[in-house]
């Protein structure tokens, strides 16, 4: 049923075209995972290698997010996880505000289907769509804070941890709290 519903929005999502992304990706990047997953992830939008496979987190930022999952004992196919927008920006630019809000009913609607326990947003661009410019991802990373009957715990993104490469601790020591937070999923 989810499954039948997550894979709707996802063929809506691979010939939309509400905004002005659409025009310049390869593929739109829906969201990979299962659609009972207890953790959401939320990243920015699609990058080169996403755009070019249609599935999200696959470059190298994607793989050191998988590295840090299996370190903390979950697997990505036990998470959902998803984009801000579907489309990569041109030159991994941040999404512009119009572009994130043409593409928001998307991520609202996988977020209604999954209803995961809690959404793990990585990097500011995930933490500002949901909570405007009060948080800094340093301030509040590893915390948990609640909107909306949602629950979300934010982190550094993977990228950051490219550049940054003491932000793997960071991160996986936020993963290993999610871990705990979450039920043993039954499928
Ligand atoms: Fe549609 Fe979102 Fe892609 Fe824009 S980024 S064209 S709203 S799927
Ligand atoms: N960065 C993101 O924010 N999302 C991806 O899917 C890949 C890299």
Same mark, same amino acid.
């Given at each position: 049923m989810e499954e039948t519903l997550l894979a709707s929005i996802a063929e809506e999502v691979v010939s /939309? !075209? #509400? /905004? #002005?992304l659409g025009a310049s990706r390869t593929k739109a990047v829906a969201g990979d995972g299962s659609? !009972?997953?207890r953790i959401c992830f939320v990243g920015e939008g699609p990058g080169r290698e996403e755009d070019l496979s &249609?599935?999200?987190?696959?470059?190298q930022a994607g793989r050191l997010l998988d590295r840090m999952l299996i370190a903390e004992g979950l697997s990505r196919k036990d998470c959902y996880i998803c984009n801000i927008v579907k489309c990569r920006p041109p030159n991994n630019r941040v999404p512009d505000p119009a572009e994130v809000a043409a593409c928001s009913l998307y991520l609202y609607a996988q977020l209604a289907i999954i209803k995961p326990d809690i959404i793990c947003l990585l990097g500011n661009t995930a933490l500002r769509f949901f909570f &405007?410019?009060?948080?800094?991802i340093g301030q509040v990373r590893g915390t948990i804070l609640v909107k909306d009957e949602l629950r979300f715990m934010p982190t550094y993104h993977p990228a950051a941890a490219l550049r940054n490469p003491q932000y793997v601790q960071v991160i996986e020591s936020d993963l290993r709290k999610l871990a705990a937070l979450i039920q043993p999923t039954t499928d």
């Open positions: /939309c !075209h #509400k /905004c #002005k659609a !009972h997953a &249609g599935i999200p987190f696959v470059g &405007g410019e009060q948080y800094s």
